[in-house]
């Protein structure tokens, strides 16, 4: 009974559906929940355009998942990948695993935290005196098969995109080593007045949206009025979009499954890496990583084949923060990298 009423004051979540506008945003981070892997999406643009309630919003509209009860990694109960050592031990001995469902853990990163805090920390006075590996999970083991957000990622640190990029998290203090799944989107945002950032931290993102300030005075008004009654009447709102909601909900669950068996033809994977040679991208990233947004992308969509459609959608978004060289030049808006698409692929204007 008590736990009912305690749900009643969870604060309620914008839906992710009844959001305006920010189509980059909004599809980046879609593509991103129907595959992990394609590196989390960097988020840049203007204060106050919703990035974070947008971020949310996403998290919030995730389906449950199952994970392996009262542990603190959100392990699977059976993919070596997604659970922690005790869990692989309990398995390997043939024991009862219990599992519950809990909702997509979002993490918010705070500002100024500790790498302990962050990574967790092995207590050394245990370790030695009771002889076990006594860990204190940190941040990215509450982020384990979720989302991690960091706002002012201008200030990110190497370690998180290292976990990020890997999978796992290694903490190691004075010859104990303890390793734990650390698989998660990562979710970055910025603003680019406050300064842009290196090339080796944008490289690291699957993805690059922009967002920009809406202009038009009705769609102003139309955002504000629709956020004030929101928060006037959240239980109404939230009744009112739980349709569009679940249909959403539903296709991302079917984009998940489908995925595994869509197809990109050769010639379209030459086209994509071509265009990154022509744009003078360095390393392979880019080219990984548009195609695997292309076959969610497709999936999204309810096909098993790519087109040249679904890499004329994501290829900006996978390849403009690849061009900079120089830390001092700024983004590309997508024109360059839409131009030369349209050269490789021989796409009339």
Known sequence: MVKKDLKKFETPVFPFTAIVGQEEMKLALQLNVIDPKIGGVMIMGDRGTGKSTTIRAIADLLPEIEVVKDDPFNSHQSDLDLMGNEVKLAIQKNESIETEFIKIPMVDLPLGATEDRVCGTIDIEKALTEG?????????????????????????????????ASGWNTVEREGISIRHPARFVLVGSGNPEEGELRPQLLDRFGM???????????????????????DQNPATWLANYESQQQELRDKIIAAQKLLPTVEIDYDLRVKISEVCSQLDVDGLRGDIVTNRAAKAHAAYNGRDKVTVEDISKIITLCLRHRLRKDPLETIDSGDKVSKVFKEVFEIEE
């Open 132 to 164: 076990i590996k006594a860990f204190e999970p940190g941040l990215l083991a509450k982020a384990n098969r979720g989302l991690l957000y960091v706002d002012e990622v201008n200030l990110l640190d190497d370690i998180l995109l290292d976990s990020a």
């Open 208 to 230: 690059h949206a922009e967002i920009r300030t809406v202009k038009d005075p009705i769609l102003r008004v139309q955002v504000v009025e629709e956020r004030t009654s929101f």
